[in-house]
């Protein structure tokens, strides 16, 4: 079945330091794929997409690539900063519904 | 930054009472959903719609219904709200793919 996973719970990292935050997922009709920043008390923000025709796509201080050959989705944040610390969620969707599955989030802790 | 309301943002209420919780965006997107989350899960698709007069249950079971009879409103009604349906109820709405979602309301059935 469809199913979007994130390969840890909880990260936690050093203020300053890159964070790298994994997912993986089992559709290969999927096309478009997301990432979700969510804080206590709100609901998600858009982070980033990319979809599949692409390899890597860059916004500020983030970076998401995507491994179609092995249904791996990652984000990367630049100089992790204590207002990183969110849960992070991935998406995917088929492009045909505009349906989004989303996978088990995985929370971002920074360290001062 | 998308403009999506939600209303309430908490509420605690009874058993077998009815609540309709209330969803508006004024992006005009034809596409609207609603989702549930438990604090820190995934958010589970519970309805959707792609326009007026049209909604399609989502992939989780749920005892809510919802309604589509305004572009910019959807709202989800629990007739009879039990304990298990305490949870967050997250809206979204959505152009070319990406979603855009409201604050949430905590809801907490006694």
């Known amino acids: 079945g469809e199913s979007v996973g994130l390969h840890l719970p909880t990260l936690s990292v050093q203020e300053g330091d890159n964070s790298i935050i994994n997912c993986a997922y089992s559709n290969s009709a999927s096309d478009y794929f997301i990432w979700y920043k969510q804080e206590s008390g709100k609901g998600p923000q858009f982070i980033i997409d990319i979809r599949s025709n692409m390899d890597k796509r860059q916004g500020q201080r983030v970076t998401v690539l995507l491994n179609k050959t092995v249904k791996h989705l990652s984000l990367q944040i630049a100089a992790t900063q204590p207002g990183d610390s969110a849960v992070y969620f991935c998406?995917?969707?088929?492009?045909?519904?505009?349906?989004?599955?989303f996978g088990q989030g995985t929370t971002l802790q920074v360290k001062p | 930054e998308a403009d999506i309301y939600q209303t309430p943002r908490y509420l605690v209420i009874g058993t077998g009472k009815k609540i309709t919780l209330e969803c508006s965006q004024t992006?005009?997107?034809?596409?609207m959903y609603w989702y549930q989350q438990d604090p820190g899960m995934e958010l589970h698709l519970i309805h959707y719609?792609?326009?007026?007069?049209?909604?399609e249950k989502g992939d989780l079971s749920s005892e809510s219904t919802v309604s589509r009879i305004r572009t910019e409103h959807f709202p989800l009604t629990l007739e009879s709200a039990r304990p298990s349906h305490t949870s967050q109820y997250l809206c979204?709405?959505?152009?070319?793919?990406?979603?855009?979602f409201g604050p949430g309301t905590r809801l907490t059935v006694t």
């Open positions: 719609s792609y326009g007026v007069n049209s909604t």
């Open positions: 992006m005009g997107h034809d596409k």
């Open positions: 998406a995917e969707s088929d492009g045909n519904t505009g349906k989004l599955i």
């Open positions: 979204a709405s959505s152009a070319s793919g990406k979603q855009y």
